[in-house]
Each structure stands twice: as structure tokens, then as C-alpha cells.
């Protein structure tokens, strides 16, 4: 690349504090950066990092003023503007071209919308239904009747099976799957019977699925993930759970069997919520939580069993005071057994007085 | 659908409260159900939806036997009963065509059972034997030596390595790896070695293994699951486990090398066992427990590191005593001040009338 | 098998307490081990199995020197000795031949090193180089302009994505994910935006990752896995980690985005990572910690939140003895209280006297 920092602040909307003539012929993180670089601050952790980059233009937010050596580019959100100029600079992203790969295995009775590309060895059953433009990776699996929306990038290797319903722009990564059997029996005199699980699953729209993922089939009626919302990496999404729109679901989170996850919600990583409770809208789910009962909306838990955070914090510190306590209470034992003392040397003057 | 309760009735040998020739339309959740609608009660937290549910008819156990609205069909085991009902009435299950696919490659000396199901891009390597109506699924790698029993279902993009024995009856979800090496290395002058796991898997009947599931091969001998244990997804299983019969293993949890797991175990989720300790039969660990050391049989155990359920919970009630505590020595830290205090006024007063 | 101890001390290296001449028909773990087999001992949990084992011979450090019936074979590093004799005398590993399966698809400009084996239905997209005698395992993804050393073995259904770099004698278990997008969105008015994820992932040399592991592609510059790594199954590794020479990674471990791990860093199954933190060189990460702040070189943190082992075990100590603190802290108040009843006496007999 080769800007200058006026053309990048043009494209951003941005306002410039310093040389906007600068000259940009890369982007990088703002720990890595070279001269020459463009980068960005979007975590204030990082404000330290203005001082010392080797960077030649940063963006930031309105609220950073210091002077520095590098030209700042104020934008209202650093990252944002920071990922567009990354799309015109970066790599050309890896395209699909439409088709369909003469190896793909397309059953009968199915439906390809327009422009979509069928990669290598993907095999789509009989009555699937597949939107305009959509990429169906290498190897990919799509089960009987099964339906998947326009725009969306299906990885290689990720199953999909069949009677599953996926929205319009629907990023799905490696090795993922979509409707597996959920997780149930009937345990009669220590056998386990299978539960059939003929309910499906339903994905909206603007939904991205990260790599190795998988989303249980309902038992029946369906296993539901509502749109715009983001699943990271191993997240373990059992059957009949409700997700609401816009929630994030950070990487190897487990929610257990007809949990109801609300709307804009954040499920920090490893984290792990139990089956048939209600987690309200807008909350915030620690890294690590074990939730074992309703969230009501605009929470904050933390902790297992997970309680609200500045309870879990609370409870942090006062066990931080437990080795100060236990000193405490020796001695306060043995100030009592001096009084104690004391007393029974005066009762004993008492009586010698009486006497 | 379209069937009375009396036909129902019939079928999962239920006895009838209520009217019986109400017709019944559709099958679904407690909470969902609409009119027309059969459903049922198998856990007890959801009694009080008795009341409100719209349903039409509820298979219930025979301790239900409150007067509602709804017919009430009562089972020895509902869920059981709904199960056999969803079968009848559910959609047609997918069900793949006994033949091999012409795109599936299979070696030499490869022994294939009556009306095996092998499908596209399937690769069985050479000397693998599989059981009479076994469905090798879509792109599933079977590895060389390896024996599969009858009537198994192998759902698409399973990996079973070489030399692993699989028994009868069961089925494996997509993506899971079966027979991976275990993760073992000698470290000399801080370099890891790789250590040989020239031992196998052998899984035993009845087995339900998840999505995306690992079971490690065994550096020698095996790693066992008994029969009839049910896996759920994204568990790891490492070298030389043994498991054994109708244990069931939720979501995420992870057991290490070399650890023993008894008959009709539980394992909730996100729980992990550390290596080369035994879990006794008929035991019960909590969900994210962290099992540290051998658990004997039929213990219910909690927490990390993990300890008996009542010692965990009292544990739990006596952390929360904490601030009351702190409080309360505080308290007493003060009256003993004052009393200390008062004994120094008194010797005061001794010294002042012994002057 | 069919070998005397004289002739396995020879191949290890190894000093003979006991009969030279007896044979040796198998091996086998020491608890598993049966007359005839050679066993070894590595752990010393199970040192008092020397004198209960059934195996005719163990190969043991040279610390132990017990008497035992068993012949014992000292040698410095057991493990490694074992695994040498395992290597000579276990199954024949299982190999792939070299050359290209007329299945696979080898997209254009690829470049492939000498003696590569390239197996059924594996994809390599343009641009991709290869080194020589690396095997590609079946339905393998490789995508474009990644680059690949020599002697790597990939695992059948490995995804690597574009642009991806990785080093010579790496093995990859089947069902694992290189590359995929780094989980990274702009909000904006409570609308996820994808911030394009760039950046490349580069793995050293002798690097091995485990099954249905998870690593994805930097934000911009790259995610970074040292040489001699060891990563166990289902790990998630986020954007632009670094992880530091020989480092060792338990299962289900997971690393959140930009924290960088140090050399010969042991952090066991379960644990979690924050973001935007630094683990020192040769430090110990317990099973299940949630680590949440830097942690310096050669420390052994465990627990959540993480702290130094000493101070958690202390911790754990502590909390221990609150049911006993509870009860002390009761009876001091009861104390207190007779001994301000007592005060109170006293002041009433001052009073009366004085009166």
C-alpha cells in the first residue's frame, strides 16, 4: 500500500491532528508497528502504546488528544474504521467462484439460487434449498430438506443435516455441525433408551458460526439462534436452547438443554449455563461462570455458581481476608482468656476480702 | 397426526384421566403446545405448567394425578412413552440405501457385512471389517485393521484411525475422531520426544458418541467404553481411559490419561478428571467439577477440587457466612477492648484505693 | 515378540539388576503386564507396583534399586527407553504411500516437494507449496498460498486455510482448524460488525496439534506456535496468540486473543486465558485455572482467579478451617458476653457498696 494519511482520513471521515501528508505503507497492530505503518487504538489498555509506537498514523477516538509523533486520525470508532482501510489494503480476501465443482454430489429435487458455488466433494442431499450467491465449501455435508438462505460462506467439512433452517449472510467455520441428535434417554432399569430428536434447528440471518462448533437438533419443535448472533470456536449448544438476537458467545461456552439466552447478551469464554433456565436480555455472563439459575435481564454474573459480580467480587475479597481473620480471632481467644483471667483473680481477691 | 387419546393410550399402555376422544394434531413441548397438541411431564420443576399448558393431552407418571383441563394419559415413564409416540408420529426418519456409493474408495481385504451402507467419498482402508446394515456415512475415514460391528450408524466426517474395534448398534455423530494419538512425550534437556501410542480403542455395544468428540488411542493396550455409554459433544477422552458400561459423559468434559470410570457413572458438564485415578461405580460428578483424586462408589461429588456434594454445599453456605463473620468479629474485637478497658479502670480504681 | 532382557538393555542402553536371559514375548503397561511382558515405571505413584506387577521385566530409573522378582533395566529416561522398544516391537505403524491420489484435486501453481502423498479427495488450492515427503491425509482442505515443510503429517479432514505458514515434521490429528477467522466485531448501536480477520497464522517446526484443536488466523500480522509446541485435542487458540518454543498445551485448554505465552510453559487441561496478558517463560498453569493477569516467568499459578500455588493451596487451607472458625468465633462471643455479665456484677456490687 501507499497512502497518504489525508486519503485514509477521507475514506475513515476522520479528523486529523498532524502531518496529513504523511505517507502509509502498511497496517499493523500498534505493538508491532513499523514506520511507515498505520494503526489503531480501540482498548484504552493500550493508551500507554501512543508514546512509544514506531507507527506513523493512529486512529483513535474523539477522546484522545495527547500529542505525539505520529499523525492521530479521530474517528468515532477506531476499530470500525480501522477494519474498513484494512479491506482495501489487505490481501485480496479468497473468492469462490460460482459453479458447481463437477465432483459436488447434488441429490434430487434440489434448489440452487443464482451464482451459487458448490465446491469439491460437497453433497448435497434430495429437496435442499440453497440462496443466490451462497458458497458451499469443500467436503460440506447438507442433509435431506434442508434450507440455507442467500449470501451465506459455508466452510469445508462442516455438516449441516437434514431439516435445518439458515438465514440470508451466514458465515458458518470448519468443521462445525449443525444438528446433531441432542443429548437424551429415558433410563429405565439402568439402560438408557434414545429419545428420538425430531425437531430441527433454525438459524437467522447475519448469524457467524465459528470452527468445531456444534448445535444440537431439538428434541422436537427446534434448537433456535436468533439473528446477528456471534458463536466463537467449541461453543457447545445443546437442544432446544433459545438464543435472542445479537448475542456473542465466546469460545468453548457450553448452555445445556431448553436454556433461554436473551437478547444482546455476552457469554464470556468457558463459561457453562445449565438446562431450563433463563438468562434476560442485555446481560453478561463471566469467563468461567457456572450459571445454575435464572439471570434476570441487564445482570452481570460471575463466579460458580455464578452470582451478580460486585457479589462475586465482594465475596473475592473477603476470602482474601480470611488468613488476616483467623490471626484475628487467635488472638482475640487469647485477649479473652486473659480478661478471663483477670476476673477470677479478682473474684478470688473478693472472696479473700469477704473472708 | 390425527389420533385420539384412546389410540395413544393404547400404544404406550397408559391409563386415561380425562376424556378420551379429544383428537390429538401434533406433538411438542410442555411450554410450546398449542390445542391439539399431545405433550408430557417427565421432570417435576415443570408440574406447575399442568395448569397453563395448552395442550390437549399430557402423558404424566402415576403420581400425577391433579385435575386439570387437559386429558392426563399416565406411564410408568413418560419420557419414554412421549418417545415411542414421537417415533409413530414424527417425520420419516433419514434413512440412507444399503450399497456402496461409486465415489467411496475401499482397499484390499476389506470385509463388508449384509446391506452395508457405505456413502459418497467415504474411504475404508485396507483389512477393515463392517457389520451387516452398518451406514458408513458421507466422507468418513475408516483406518487401516479397523472393525466395526452391525447395525452402526456413522454420520458424516468421522475420523476412526487404525486398529480401533467398534461394537454393535453404534452410533457416532459428525466430526468425532476415534483412535487419534494419545499426548504423550518424554522431555529430555527440555525437548518433547514423541511417545508411540501403539495401543488402540475399543468401544463396546450401544454406544452414543456426540459431535465432535475425541477419544485418544492408548499408548499400549486400550482405551475402553463400555457398553452402553452415551457421549455427548465435544468430549475428550484421553489415552488409556476406561469407561465402563452405561456411564454417561455430558458436554465438554474431559477426562486424562489413564483414569478408571465405574458402571452407570454421571458426568455432567464441563467437568474434568484428572489422570490415574479411579471414579467408582454409580457416582455422580457435578457439573464443572474438577475431580482431583480417586472418588469412591456411589459418591455424589461437587466443586473444585471436588468433594462430596453436602460437604461442597456447606462449604458453599459457610462462604457465605463470611461477611456476616468479618462483621461479627469486628464486633467482638470492640465489646473486648471495652472490657479490657473496664478491668484496667477497675485496677485503676484497686491501686487508687490501696494508695 | 521374542527377545531376552540382555538384548533390550543393549537397544536402550541399560543396566540389568537381575536375570539377563529371561524372555520377553510382549509389552504392556505395569498394572496390565502379564509373566512374559516388559513393563516400565516413569511415575513414582506407582513405584510399590514393582512388587505386586506380573511383568518379568521394568525398565526403571536409576534410583530405584528394590529387590523385586522382575528383572529391572536402569536407564536414565524410561519413558523414552519404553517408547524405543515400543517402536521396535509395536505394530507396524501404518504408512502412506507417496504420490497423488488421482481423487485429490491439485489446484494451479502448486508446489510439491519430493515423495509427498497426497491421499484420496484432499483439495490443495493454488499457490499451495508442499515439502518433500509430507503426507496430506484424505479429504484434507488446503487453502491458497499456504506453505507447508517437509516430512508434516496432516490428518485426515484437516482445514487449513489460506496464507497459512507451517514449519517442517509438524502432525496435525484429524478434524483440526488452522486459520479460521479471528472472532473480532465493531458494535455499533448494538449491531455486530465483522472486523476482517487479515492476518495469518505460523507454526515452527516439530510441532504437534492434537484433534478437533482450533486455531485461528490474526486479526492483521499473524497467530504465532513456536517450535516444538505440543498441543492436546479440542484446544482453542484466538487471534494473534503467541505461544513460545516447546511450550505444552493439556486439552480443552483456551487462549483468548493477543495473550503471548512464554518457552516451556505447561498449562494443563481446562485452563482458561484472558486476552491481552503475558505467561513468563517455564511457568505452570494448573488444571481448570482461569488465568486473569500476567503471570512472570517460572511461577505455578492455579485456582480462578489464578494466583501462585502456594498462596491457592493456603487459600484452600483456609477455607477449610472456616466451619471451625465459624465455631470458634460463636464461642468467643459467648465469652465475651459472660464476661461483661460479670463486669456488670461487679459494677452493680461497686455501686451497692458505695451506696
Given at each position: 500500500?501507499?497512502?497518504?494519511?489525508k486519503?485514509?482520513?477521507e475514506?475513515?471521515?476522520g479528523?486529523?491532528?498532524?502531518?496529513?501528508?504523511?505517507?502509509?505503507?502498511?497496517?499493523?497492530?500498534i505493538?508491532?508497528?513499523?514506520?511507515?505503518?498505520?494503526t489503531?487504538?480501540?482498548n484504552k489498555k493500550?493508551?500507554n502504546?501512543l508514546?512509544?509506537?514506531?507507527?506513523s498514523?493512529i486512529?483513535?477516538g474523539y477522546d484522545i488528544v495527547?500529542?505525539?509523533k505520529?499523525?492521530?486520525?479521530?474517528v468515532?470508532?477506531p476499530?470500525?474504521?480501522?477494519?474498513?482501510?484494512?479491506s482495501?489494503v489487505?490481501?485480496?480476501p479468497?473468492t469462490?467462484p460460482s459453479g458447481i465443482?463437477?465432483?459436488?454430489?447434488i441429490?434430487?429435487?434440489?434448489s440452487l439460487?443464482?451464482d451459487?458455488?458448490i465446491?469439491?466433494y460437497?453433497i448435497i442431499e434430495?429437496?435442499?434449498k440453497?440462496?443466490?450467491?451462497?458458497?458451499i465449501?469443500?467436503?460440506?455435508?447438507i442433509?435431506?430438506?434442508?434450507?440455507?438462505?442467500?449470501?451465506?460462506?459455508i466452510?469445508?467439512?462442516?455438516?449441516i443435516r437434514?431439516?435445518?433452517?439458515?438465514?440470508n449472510?451466514v458465515i458458518i467455520?470448519?468443521?462445525?455441525?449443525i444438528?446433531?441428535d441432542?443429548?437424551g434417554?429415558?433410563?429405565v432399569k439402568g439402560?438408557?433408551h434414545?429419545?428420538p430428536?425430531?425437531g430441527?434447528?433454525?438459524?437467522?440471518?447475519d448469524?457467524?458460526?465459528?470452527?468445531n462448533?456444534?448445535?444440537?437438533r431439538?428434541?422436537f419443535?427446534?434448537?433456535y439462534?436468533?439473528n446477528?448472533?456471534k458463536?466463537?470456536?467449541?461453543v457447545?449448544?445443546?437442544?432446544n436452547?433459545?438464543?435472542?438476537?445479537?448475542t456473542?458467545?465466546?469460545a468453548?461456552?457450553?448452555?445445556?438443554g431448553?436454556?433461554i439466552?436473551?437478547?444482546?447478551v455476552?457469554?464470556?469464554?468457558q463459561?457453562?449455563i445449565?438446562?431450563?433456565?433463563?438468562?434476560g436480555?442485555?446481560s453478561?455472563?463471566?469467563?468461567?461462570?457456572g450459571?445454575?439459575?435464572?439471570?434476570?435481564?441487564?445482570?452481570y454474573?460471575?463466579?460458580?455458581?455464578?452470582?451478580?459480580?460486585?457479589?462475586d467480587?465482594r465475596?473475592?475479597?473477603?476470602t482474601?481476608?480470611?488468613?488476616e481473620l483467623i490471626e484475628?480471632?487467635?488472638?482475640?481467644?487469647?485477649?479473652?482468656?486473659q480478661?478471663?483471667?483477670?476476673?477470677?483473680e479478682?473474684d478470688?481477691?473478693k472472696?479473700?476480702k469477704?473472708?
Amino acid at each position: 500500500m501507499r497512502m497518504k494519511v489525508k486519503e485514509i482520513a477521507e475514506i475513515i471521515n476522520g479528523k486529523i491532528l498532524g502531518d496529513e501528508n504523511i505517507i502509509i505503507t502498511g497496517v499493523s497492530g500498534i505493538k508491532e508497528a513499523k514506520e511507515g505503518d498505520l494503526t489503531f487504538i480501540a482498548n484504552k489498555k493500550y493508551k500507554n502504546l501512543l508514546y512509544t509506537t514506531k507507527a506513523s498514523a493512529i486512529i483513535v477516538g474523539y477522546d484522545i488528544v495527547n500529542s505525539v509523533k505520529a499523525t492521530l486520525i479521530q474517528v468515532e470508532n477506531p476499530s470500525l474504521a480501522f477494519a474498513k482501510i484494512m479491506s482495501i489494503v489487505g490481501p485480496e480476501p479468497i473468492t469462490f467462484p460460482s459453479g458447481i465443482h463437477p465432483t459436488a454430489i447434488i441429490g434430487k429435487n434440489v434448489s440452487l439460487g443464482k451464482d451459487v458455488s458448490i465446491q469439491p466433494y460437497a453433497i448435497i442431499e434430495d429437496h435442499v434449498k440453497i440462496g443466490d450467491r451462497t458458497v458451499i465449501g469443500a467436503c460440506v455435508y447438507i442433509g435431506h430438506y434442508t434450507e440455507i438462505g442467500f449470501d451465506c460462506l459455508i466452510y469445508p467439512q462442516v455438516v449441516i443435516r437434514e431439516r435445518i433452517k439458515i438465514g440470508n449472510r451466514v458465515i458458518i467455520h470448519p468443521g462445525t455441525v449443525i444438528g446433531g441428535d441432542g443429548f437424551g434417554f429415558a433410563t429405565v432399569k439402568g439402560v438408557h433408551h434414545k429419545i428420538p430428536q425430531i425437531g430441527t434447528v433454525e438459524i437467522g440471518n447475519d448469524v457467524e458460526i465459528g470452527s468445531n462448533v456444534t448445535i444440537d437438533r431439538a428434541r422436537f419443535d427446534k434448537t433456535y439462534i436468533g439473528n446477528g448472533v456471534k458463536i466463537d470456536n467449541l461453543v457447545q449448544i445443546a437442544h432446544n436452547v433459545y438464543i435472542g438476537d445479537n448475542t456473542i458467545i465466546v469460545a468453548q461456552v457450553g448452555i445445556s438443554g431448553s436454556t433461554i439466552i436473551g437478547k444482546n447478551v455476552i457469554i464470556a469464554g468457558q463459561a457453562g449455563i445449565i438446562g431450563h433456565i433463563t438468562v434476560g436480555d442485555n446481560s453478561v455472563i463471566g469467563g468461567k461462570a457456572g450459571v445454575t439459575k435464572n439471570v434476570p435481564p441487564n445482570s452481570y454474573v460471575t463466579g460458580f455458581p455464578a452470582r451478580e459480580k460486585w457479589e462475586d467480587m465482594r465475596f473475592q475479597a473477603y476470602t482474601r481476608k480470611l488468613p488476616e481473620l483467623i490471626e484475628t480471632v487467635k488472638s482475640l481467644e487469647e485477649r479473652i482468656k486473659q480478661l478471663e483471667e483477670k476476673i477470677k483473680e479478682k473474684d478470688g481477691e473478693k472472696v479473700a476480702k469477704n473472708d
